[in-house]
């Protein structure tokens, strides 16, 4: 039996990706999340074939929750869907690590080819993307790889420091002491091998990473 996890903060989005799975694919057990944090709690509680994610749930944003999610569970492979539809995120999607980008108005049969492809270790875009949008950004996955090992909080300090917040409007931002943003800060410097908040800011920036509103350490 096949387990997929659903992980999308809408209820009808998640009933239309149960009903054309559950149509088209036999023998699944399908699993559903409407957050990061608690998607990350189901992936540690249950052998998962394959994990349906949504880009800008609860907890992430951008590209933060499935930088997250690849740190923690590389070994399972991931299909990004999502309302926004560009080749832009698309490549940066398929350069984080996803196997597949879905967008949410493809048709129920679509969706259930797409996943059996994923499933078989095949890569699925739609056919309308350019055929470049999945090659290989070495530079990209370099910056990608760096930033997935911070953790949420020194994720969110990074990304403040890239909106050009001193760290006491960061200690403000997040309800911490000025040393604990100047220990983050410190931390980020050196997981990123970096010197200066400029080389932050423009890490920062060539990501295009948002800070999530609220995500727990995992």
């Given at each position: ?27 699944l ?32 944003t ?22 926004i539809?560009?080749v ?7 350069n984080t690590?996803?196997l597949?980008f ?10 259930a080819?797409?996943?059996a ?14 055929s470049?949008?999945?090659d290989?950004d070495?530079?990209?996955?370099e910056?990608a ?17 890239r909106?050009?917040?001193?760290n006491k ?11 604990t943003v ?35 350490a995992?």
């Amino acid at each position: 039996m096949l387990t997929i996890l659903l992980a999308d903060d809408h209820p009808m989005y998640r009933d239309a990706l149960r009903g054309a799975l559950m149509l088209h694919l036999d023998d699944l057990n399908l699993l559903e999340t409407s957050d990061l944090n608690e998607t990350v709690k189901t992936l540690h509680e249950n052998d998962v074939d394959l994990l349906l994610f949504d880009l800008h749930m609860p907890g992430s944003t951008d590209l933060f929750g499935l930088i997250h999610i690849r740190k923690l569970f590389p070994e399972i492979p991931v299909a990004v869907v999502s309302g926004i539809e560009n080749v832009g995120i698309v490549s940066k999607v398929m350069n984080t690590g996803a196997l597949g980008f879905i967008p949410k108005t493809t048709q129920a049969s679509e969706v259930a080819k797409a996943v059996a492809s994923i499933l078989e270790g095949e890569v699925w875009v739609p056919e309308k993307m350019p055929s470049d949008v999945t090659d290989f950004d070495e530079a990209f996955v370099e910056l990608a790889e760096s930033v997935s090992s911070l953790t949420p909080a020194q994720y969110k300090v990074l990304c403040f420091m890239r909106d050009g917040l001193l760290n006491k409007q960061i200690a403000y931002e997040l309800d911490i002491a000025v040393a604990t943003v100047k220990a983050h800060v410190t931390a980020v410097f050196k997981k990123l091998k970096i010197n200066n908040r400029t080389q932050a800011v423009l890490i920062a920036s060539q990501l295009q990473l948002e800070p999530p509103p609220s995500v727990q350490a995992c």
